[in-house]
């Protein structure tokens, strides 16, 4: 079945480069996802990656797509203490709006 | 546009009763969906919609009904609680874009607890 696969938590010091990892099973995959929560709130989409790709750049966030050993990765730059959140990937693959896959988050916390 | 939202966003229950969490979204989205939120564990997929009048079950769907009369309404009834039923609970919509992509938008989430 399919699996995703994250470290629990995090811990960086401000302005350092945080980086999370996740791992998935389904060779399937089309896209994959990164989201953020914040305490008390909803996930909110932070960028995502097709299955093709192997890296995308947007302001401070690479991610890192290793399709061969079904690695995904979240760098932040410049780390801030806004960017404490838990940090949840999410594999889709084909076949349909309800095929995602969530894991089950990394708590990244932000030391000043 | 207020995006998704969800209400209420705080709620006790006694085992057996049952309720209704609604969720609404303002941006015609297609597709919508009801997923739990567990310690631990990622978010799990409970029924769906892909669009008006057509629901379909997700992954953990027992002891939950869902309806979807308006593009812009999914509630989610649940028929009898029970204690392994209090989570949090979060409604998406979603637009089908080019090449199978379904960006999904969030609520704020609805905290149930059963006791």
């Known amino acids: 079945g399919e699996d995703v696969e994250q470290s629990l938590f995090l811990s960086v010091r401000e302005g350092d480069s945080s980086v999370i990892n996740c791992t998935y099973t389904d060779s399937s995959s089309t896209y994959l996802y990164w989201y953020k929560q914040e305490p008390g709130a909803g996930l909110q989409l932070l960028t995502y990656i097709f299955s093709n790709m192997d890296m995308k750049q947007d302001q401070r966030l690479t991610v890192l797509l290793n399709k061969k050993d079904k690695h995904l990765s979240l760098r932040i730059a410049d780390t801030q203490t806004g960017d404490s959140a838990i940090y949840f990937c999410a594999e889709r693959r084909s076949g349909g709006y309800q095929k995602v896959t969530f894991g089950t988050g990394t708590k990244l916390q932000v030391i000043p | 546009n207020a995006g998704v939202t969800q209400t209420p966003k705080f709620q006790v229950l006694k085992t057996g009763q049952s309720m209704t969490l609604q969720c609404a979204q303002d941006m015609n989205h297609e597709y919508m969906s009801w997923y739990r939120q567990d310690p631990g564990m990622g978010l799990r997929l409970i029924h769906y919609?892909?669009?008006?009048?057509?629901?379909d079950q997700g992954e953990v769907p027992n002891g939950y009904n869902v309806s979807r009369s308006t593009t812009e309404d999914f509630p989610l009834r649940l028929l009898s609680a029970a204690p392994s039923q209090t989570s949090v609970y979060f409604c998406?919509?979603?637009?089908?874009?080019?090449?199978?992509?379904?960006?999904?938008?969030f609520g704020p989430g609805t905290r149930l607890t059963v006791t």
């Open positions: 998406a919509s979603s637009y089908s874009s080019r090449g199978g992509n379904y960006e999904q938008y």
């Open positions: 919609s892909v669009g008006a009048g057509i629901t």
